[in-house]
């Protein structure tokens, strides 16, 4: 079913994540501080697609993607406006880190989560943390790595869940689990710096985590 989507941001999550959108045939709005932002200017002329400000593009979205960076998260979602964000899933892919310091570290952790304070802050709002733990190429072609690795939900509405569920697996993911509440968003978001770690021994983005399981098990959250 097609679809119109706002991803809010126009670095390389929100390019990747809108011009996937895009080739999977669905109307995607890209959103910017301003309407004539460059990169989302860019993304409309490639792809066909809008190129809006924060609250136009928020507005435009039956879902709203948040692929701006988690220091400018908040403020982006303010601009975009509550009412054009209430009653919407409100996909949250952002990351509180701090790049004050090196390596860079949570500035949200341990009893709260960026997730948390994006529902609490937008309560009309769905909010569904997810796409957190890999690079934005991974988490638009999951079958660039090799096996069933996996991605993770958070969130308190089963309806957002499912629809956010929905567009994962048209991006090709198989493994999904549903890790429960909005509170469980804390979990993914503290794997990020082992994430940044795992790079630097690296040396490369393509990677992600396998799960494994007794083959006996049924899986429950697949």
């Known amino acids: 079913m097609t679809m119109r989507y706002a991803v809010l941001g126009t670095g390389m999550v929100g390019q990747a994540l809108a011009r996937k959108l895009r080739a999977l045939g669905h109307e995607v709005a890209m959103g910017a501080r ?3 932002n460059e990169k989302a200017a860019g993304f409309a002329a490639e792809t ?3 190129a809006m400000d924060f609250a136009a593009a928020a507005g435009f979205g039956d879902m ?3 692929a701006t960076s988690g220091a400018h998260a908040l403020d982006a979602l303010r601009q975009a406006g509550a009412e054009n964000l209430t009653g919407k899933v409100l996909v949250d892919i952002s ?3 701090d790049f004050s310091v090196k390596p860079p570290v949570l500035s949200v952790v341990n009893t709260d989560s ?3 304070t994006v529902q609490r802050t937008f309560p009309g709002s769905r909010v569904v943390k997810t796409l957190c733990t890999v690079n934005a190429n991974v988490m638009v072609d999951p079958a660039r790595l090799p096996g069933e690795h996996v991605i993770f939900l958070s969130g308190d509405d089963a309806d957002a869940k499912a629809q956010t569920r929905a567009m994962l697996e048209a991006f090709g993911w198989r493994q999904i689990i549903d890790l429960g509440g909005i509170d469980s968003a804390r979990a993914q978001e503290m794997m990020l710096p082992m994430w940044l770690r795992v ?3 690296l040396g490369t983005l393509d990677f992600n ?5 007794r083959p006996d098990q049924d899986p429950a959250n697949r």
């Not at 985590?209 to 399981?213: E, K, M, N």
Request: avoid cysteine.
């Open 95 to 97: 990351n509180p880190l």
């Open 34 to 36: 301003a309407p004539d």
């Open 64 to 66: 709203v993607i948040n």
């Open 48 to 50: 066909g697609g809008l």
């Open 199 to 201: 790079w630097g021994a």
């Open 114 to 116: 960026l997730g948390e």
């Open 209 to 213: 985590w396998v799960l494994t399981r």
